[in-house]
């Protein structure tokens, strides 16, 4: 039997409320628009908790730098394939939003002279590639947390209406495409809504979760990706996933490379230090695409220790255990705690581990959310707009550069605010009607794992579908694995359909909610794995390897056929493509070449 | 009081064990694993002033790095230290 539904009208409902809600509805609540946002966790344990590096800006403290040579990193981070107008936003408009947030309150380290500290960062250098520069604007290492809190005051202060513990469920659309707003369940009561607004914004965050290994916290799962592609939004270029050589096999917490700097060595089940056939010179202390390269043919290979030979060890029980208790103390916890090692005698269990998604809901830059049309590739859905790591922009291409996340949840965020914040004052109108069938998608899926019997078990499909990814769609690809990755994947997605829960009950029932995340999951995991696999050439992220490295395709790269964005449909479970954006606003093409560091 | 609020009190704690940082979702996840459907009143109303915490500040406990002045939410820390492999 169908549950009740209960309608509230907002000017605007933003879904997640990590960083790229919470500064998108700073823009709309600050211009008088009724603003509803929905977290299903308080916005303070949003997953922006765990960036600590800082965010990218242009400021030129303590050195001189330009947002044109940021623009230059970026795109050679992404390996040509952001759009270059899109990343000239970004990084035009970083000084400002970072300024901004230094405004609201965020707590920045500071130089002598008051002005904002920034600090070098992974592949963000001055004069186009020359040297380092420092960029990297950042608060102790609570980056993420500071500028969540400072955000979140700014919200309160705006009168935005927070819906805690409430989570979305499906995009409403209507028979002309535009979007309506969301439906939701609160946690509490198990009751269901309908946010019926004018502009619906996505800000849930990444889907890690897909991978067996993830830094991801259990809250990444999609949510927004995966009402997107029910709704027949194609997702972009979601075979690209940024991965970390260490984290702990079978809980994903990461591994820093300091303890490789240390003295760590990686060995496999032969006690090898294998790094020394792959790495010559660096060895153990390669760059991190080498590193999970070499683990993933070792344990590809049969090399891999432990009963299912799935992981190798880093071994650092050959330092003195002073320097491991002085240099590297949180280390020892982590092998304890998530290992259940005690490093200093046993070697440590790891894995290249999922960290980051680079593809996602695809968007211009103003932040609205564009599919391929009659008239163009990039046509606007009306009231539908997204930021942050759920969607593309696309700035991040086919990898990500660090300290970048946050600025494009800032900047993005605030985009998408200010557009829908346009739009809604430019023509004000009343709210379009709902359409008839507007609750059904949600109704019937409900009512599906309420009445489903002899079905799946939510932990041990979840868990199908993350070995499933691990294995097939990991750091590094093989054609066969992809293959056959694409078959199981399907599988799984069958018995996602026909999942099953034992408790009915309503309020904070935990075993619903797992159920629904797991649906959102299964779309991400589903179009992850099909894009990997036609994708024949490697780029930034996705390394295959059987794409050759030779002058035309330098690292496999292959810009004559793949230069190109992958756009995954859930319906049909079919692909396009759309080309990549390479003319910037306003300056040159930064021109094609090799990406090497 | 009755066991129906004692019930949604630990369904509540339960979602609440979601944190922003993947290592305090393992420890709790872990936690969790050993406990019955229900839990007890007391260690639930501790569980809440633990919750209550700063993702940061609450892998800072259990981490081993820093220890609560609350000497009952330390108690509750110790039995969640407890490593994976005795």
Not at chain 1, 130 to 159: F, I, W
Request: aromatic content about 6%; overall charge negative.
């Amino acid at each position: 039997m169908s549950q009740k539904v209960t309608v509230r009208k907002f000017d605007a409902v933003i879904v997640g409320a990590g960083g790229a809600g919470l500064r998108a509805a700073i823009q709309l609540s600050e211009a008088g628009l009724k603003t509803a946002v929905l977290t299903k966790v308080f916005p303070t344990r949003s997953h922006t908790v765990a960036a600590q590096g800082g965010v990218a800006a242009s400021l030129g403290n303590s050195e001189e730098d330009h947002w044109h040579w940021h623009m230059y990193d970026t795109v050679k981070g992404s390996d040509w394939l952001g759009d270059q107008d899109a990343i000239e936003f970004m990084c035009r408009k970083a000084n400002e939003c970072v300024i901004e947030l230094e405004h609201y309150g965020m707590p920045f380290d500071r130089l002598d002279n008051g002005r904002i500290y920034q600090r070098p960062f992974g592949g963000h250098m001055s004069n186009f590639g020359e040297k380092p520069v420092r960029r990297s604007c950042a608060a102790a290492d609570r980056t993420g947390h500071a500028m969540l809190h400072a955000m979140y005051q700014r919200n309160v202060k705006a009168n935005t209406q927070f819906f805690v513990e409430w989570m979305a469920l499906d995009l409403i659309r209507d028979a002309e495409g535009e979007v309506l707003g969301v439906t939701a369940m609160e946690m509490e009561t198990g009751d269901i809504y309908a946010f019926h607004a004018k502009a619906t914004i996505f800000a849930t965050g990444g889907a890690g979760r897909i991978y067996y290994s993830s830094t991801n916290a259990f809250i990444n799962t999609g949510d927004g990706v995966g009402m997107a592609a029910r709704a027949g939004i194609p997702l972009e270029d979601m075979e690209f996933w940024q991965f970390h050589p260490t984290g702990v096999a079978g809980a994903g917490v990461l591994i820093t490379e300091g303890v490789r700097g240390e003295g760590g060595i990686l060995r496999n089940s032969a006690g090898e230090r294998f790094m020394e056939r792959y790495a010559p010179n660096a060895k153990d202390l390669a760059s991190r695409d080498v590193v999970s390269r070499a683990m993933v043919t070792e344990i590809n290979e049969g090399r891999g220790c432990g009963p299912n030979k799935d992981f190798v060890l880093l071994d650092i029980t050959h330092l003195p255990p002073e320097t491991i208790m002085k240099r590297l103390p949180g280390i020892h916890e982590i092998a304890v705690q998530f290992a259940g090692v005690d490093a200093l005698k046993e070697p440590i269990p790891v894995v290249p581990t999922c960290h980051y998604q680079m593809g996602g809901i695809p968007t211009n830059y103003h932040g609205q959310v564009v599919v391929p049309g009659k008239r163009s590739q990039n046509e606007i859905v009306p009231g539908f707009y997204a930021a942050g790591e759920c969607a593309c922009a696309s700035v991040h291409g086919a990898n990500r550069l660090g300290t970048n996340s946050l600025l494009d949840l800032l900047v993005f965020g605030k985009s998408a605010g200010e557009t829908a914040v346009e739009n809604l004052k430019k023509e004000p109108k009343p709210h379009k009607e709902l359409p008839a069938d507007a609750f059904d998608r949600t109704l019937a899926r409900l009512d599906r794992l309420n009445t489903q019997k002899d079905g799946a078990n939510v932990h041990e499909t979840q868990l199908a579908m993350r070995r499933t990814m691990q294995k097939h769609a990991g750091v590094f690809r093989f054609n066969d694995l992809l293959k056959e990755g694409v078959q199981k994947i399907l599988e799984v997605q069958q018995d996602v359909q026909r999942t099953e829960i034992k408790d009915k009950s309503k309020v904070f029932n935990t075993a619903r909610i797992e159920a629904l995340e797991l649906d959102n999951l299964i779309e991400v995991a589903v179009a992850t794995m099909v894009s990997a696999e036609a994708r024949k050439e490697s780029r930034g992220a996705h390394v295959r390897d059987d794409a050759p490295d030779t002058p035309e395709m330098p690292n496999g790269r292959d810009d004559t056929n793949w230069l190109k964005h992958t756009l995954w449909y859930k319906e049909g479970n079919r692909l396009d493509y759309k080309s990549v954006t390479l003319r910037p606003m306003t300056v040159e093409t930064i021109a094609l070449k090799k990406r090497a560091y | 009081m009755t066991k129906e609020p004692q019930r949604i009190r630990t369904e509540k704690l339960r979602w609440h064990s979601r944190r922003a940082l993947l290592e305090n979702d393992l420890v709790l996840q872990r936690f969790w694993q050993t406990q019955p459907e229900v839990l007890e009143e007391r260690l639930a109303e501790r569980l809440e002033r633990l919750l209550a915490m700063e993702d940061h500040d609450l892998w800072e406990l259990l981490s081993g790095r820093q220890r609560s002045a609350d000497p009952e939410v330390q108690q509750l820390v110790e039995l969640l230290r407890q490593p994976a492999v005795q």
